[in-house]
């Protein structure tokens, strides 16, 4: 993203740049994350000890699939594109949020307490965990999006709790109810964005020897957003099995977390919490990693083509 120090990108360039980032995940990889929500929210076994294996595959297939298990390749493929408005909405708001965001709360702390940080973790360190942290706190304040996620997650794999109502009259209807699990999404972001952009941070410095970060190839943005991501599912997955169960909870059924976290070490055990990880891992981390990449590479790319154009004025220099 913008750099330790040395120039910091325009807001516009932020904003087009995270922004396009979100839309372009959108549409290339939200059907791999319907299938990761139904897995993650699937309570029974697969694949039973004993049972024929084309037992298992027609029980993953009723999974995923849902209604359109018995259905064309075509119908299969379309039915995991449900909640695509509420997906829409959420995605390219959320990484405008985080990907743009997450600079101005860098900035913040660089030009405010960075020689705290250089002082108790060293100057390259104390650079790695001033993009680490400004994550984190940008992270906690991403529950401020949760209905959408919520609304998002529903249409993925309880359909029938929204069916009949549009948006307006859901909100109307379950007004706070939409933000049940914020203290559990908190809870999952903080580690899950602090690991994302300090690991980043982590491979720009201590592997490439960069300095100044909007100065990364591509390639390097790409292999530093590799560890961001494997870093933040992997933090992130235990936590976020808890938020999506809380979420797919039917409105007028609501579950705690401590009540399902106890449920699942109880009926499912331990690796319940991993559920849906190997997806996120072969999957959602290259989403992650796509959005991430472009977003590092466009937000310096378009600030200096603003730039050299006119549009905006040469950016400043922060400290």
Not at 81 to 102: C, E, M, N, S, T
Not at 128 to 138: E, F, N, P, R, Y
Not at 209 to 228: E, M, P, R, V, W
Not at 254 to 263: A, F, L, M, W, Y
Request: glycine share 10%.
């Amino acid at each position: 993203m913008s750099p330790p120090s040395g120039k910091s990108e325009s807001g516009l360039a932020r904003l087009l740049g995270s922004g396009t980032s979100g839309i372009l995940e959108l549409f290339i990889f939200h059907p791999i994350d319907t299938v990761a929500k139904r897995l993650m929210t699937n309570p029974n076994k697969i694949f039973a000890t004993g049972a024929p294996l084309s037992q298992g595959f027609n029980k993953l297939d009723t999974v995923i699939f849902k209604d359109a298990s018995s259905a064309t390749v075509l119908r299969k493929y379309t039915s995991l594109f449900p909640g695509l408005g509420y997906a829409g909405g959420y995605k390219v708001l959320q990484r405008i949020y985080k990907y743009g965001g997450q600079p101005y709360v860098k900035d913040y702390l660089n030009n405010h307490h960075k020689d705290t940080f250089y002082k108790i973790f060293g100057e390259k360190s104390g650079k790695t965990i001033i993009h680490a942290t400004a994550g984190s706190l940008i992270g906690i304040g991403e529950v401020a999006l949760l209905p959408l996620d919520v609304l998002k997650i529903k249409r993925q794999t309880a359909p029938e709790t929204l069916r009949g109502r549009n948006i307006f009259k859901i909100f109307w209807d379950e007004g706070l109810g939409l933000y049940r699990g914020g203290l559990w999404t908190a809870a999952r972001n903080a580690p899950g964005s602090f690991a994302l952009f300090g690991g980043s941070a982590f491979v720009k410095e201590y592997i490439f020897g960069l300095k100044d970060y909007s100065k990364a190839t591509f390639f390097q943005n790409f292999c530093s957003s590799i560890g961001g991501a494997i870093a933040s599912i992997s933090v992130a997955q235990p936590l976020d099995v808890v938020k999506t169960r809380i979420q797919n909870r039917p409105f007028d059924a609501p579950e705690s977390g401590v009540q399902i976290i106890k449920n699942m070490i109880k009926h499912e055990g331990p690796t319940s919490f991993i559920k849906g990880i190997t997806p996120k891992l072969i999957v959602i981390g290259p989403k992650l990693v796509f959005s991430f990449t472009v977003a590092q590479q466009l937000i310096p790319l378009l600030d200096n083509f603003f730039v050299a154009q006119g549009i905006i004025s040469k950016p400043t220099q922060s400290l």
